[in-house]
């Protein structure tokens, strides 16, 4: 089972920019299809982007379309989430998500606080 950890998280004020970045560890990296999901307090978590194995397909929520930006890097075991423009509801713990098959593994979480 693939290990994840997620990095980059922090406090950027409102139309700032943040770069997540989230390690696997394995040689199995490229057989996972990677994603992205968020949880903001008192909220349920919340589907942010996904990327096929080969990164050659991506697709987003609706509220974070052109704004978010999924890719990985299978060489070195990463993936990456740019979100530019950041907004004050995007504040919320960044989870990586690797599934393969029926099983699936999530990372620790990052914090993203956005601020006016």
């Known amino acids: 089972q693939v290990q994840l950890v997620e990095s980059g998280g922090g406090l950027s004020q409102a139309g700032g920019s943040l770069r997540l970045s989230c390690a696997a560890s394995g040689r199995t990296f490229s057989s996972y299809q990677m994603g992205w999901f968020r949880q903001a307090p008192g909220r349920e978590r919340e589907f942010v982007a996904a990327?096929?194995?080969?990164?050659?397909?991506?697709v987003y929520a609706d509220s974070v379309k052109g704004r978010f930006t999924i890719s990985r890097d299978n060489a070195k075991n990463m993936m990456y989430l740019q979100m530019n423009s950041l907004k004050l509801d995007d504040t919320g713990v960044y989870y990586c998500n690797a599934v393969r098959g029926s099983r699936g593994s999530w990372g620790q979480g990052t914090q993203v606080t956005v601020s006016s």
């Open positions: 990327i096929t194995r080969a990164g050659d397909n991506t």
